[in-house]
């Protein structure tokens, strides 16, 4: 069964601190991607991924940064975080010759103080 | 650019009802349409799809779909609602061309016992 594993599941941060978010899949698909979660804001989308080594921007991605070192891993990093990316954090990997369905991970609970 | 459109935030029924969760969507091309469930704490779950061919789609725990180019619409309906089917519901758009895939808002559904 297809699987997308998020670390950590839950983070507190200062704020400035550097936070680095995890998720890695065994599905074996060339796109992945990084959601943020708040309430009245649905599914925001911050970055996401073509294959290993290709990041692009999504609808918010200032104050973060993205990395595919490799197919299966793909990570989301706050420089410096704030008090704003307090939210939950949603991995998710995708096919688009499999209609881009799309697989999520659990979640990461994210609150920066 | 696709958008999605929830109109209703918020639909409570009791077990046994029949419920309908309101999708429409804009966008001149060839797309996927999908739906996903979101239970509290975890992440979004693949429901149904479509693409072409029967307008209406079958998906998990006797929920449907039902595609209406004319209106641009693509509402979930689940002839008779259990207390578990409690969860958020969001509908998706996805480009066949791109691997960028839109959200609407969410619907939360609320059944009561």
């Known amino acids: 069964e297809a699987a997308v594993t998020q670390s950590p599941r839950n983070k507190v941060a200062v704020t400035g601190g550097k936070v680095t978010l995890s998720c890695n899949q065994t599905?074996?698909?060339?796109?992945m991607y990084w959601y943020r979660q708040d309430t009245g804001h649905g599914l925001r989308l911050i970055h996401y991924?073509?294959?290993?080594?290709?990041?692009e921007k999504g609808d918010i991605p200032d104050g973060y940064k993205a990395s595919r070192p490799s197919q299966e891993n793909f990570s989301l990093i706050l420089e410096l975080a704030t008090p704003s990316q307090t939210s939950v954090y949603f991995c998710?990997?995708?096919?688009?010759?499999?209609?881009?369905?799309?697989?999520f991970g659990a979640g990461t609970r994210l609150s920066v103080l | 650019t696709q958008t999605v459109s929830q109109s209703d935030a918020h639909v409570t029924v009791f077990e046994g009802d029949s419920v309908e969760l309101r999708c429409n969507y804009s966008?001149?091309?060839?797309?996927?349409l999908s739906w996903y469930i979101q239970h509290h704490g975890h992440g979004l779950q693949f429901l149904l799809k479509?693409?072409?061919?029967?307008?209406v789609v079958q998906g998990v725990n006797g929920f449907e779909a039902e595609f209406s180019k004319s209106d641009s619409s693509f509402h979930l309906r689940k002839a008779s609602v259990h207390w578990s089917d409690s969860a958020v519901y969001f509908c998706a758009v996805s480009a066949s061309s791109n691997n960028r895939i839109f959200f609407g808002d969410g619907t939360q559904l609320v059944v009561k016992p």
């Open positions: 966008y001149g091309g060839s797309i996927y």
């Open positions: 479509y693409y072409s061919g029967n307008p």
């Open positions: 599905n074996n698909h060339n796109n």
């Open positions: 991924s073509y294959g290993a080594g290709s990041t």
């Open positions: 998710a990997s995708g096919a688009r010759d499999r209609g881009n369905t799309l697989y």
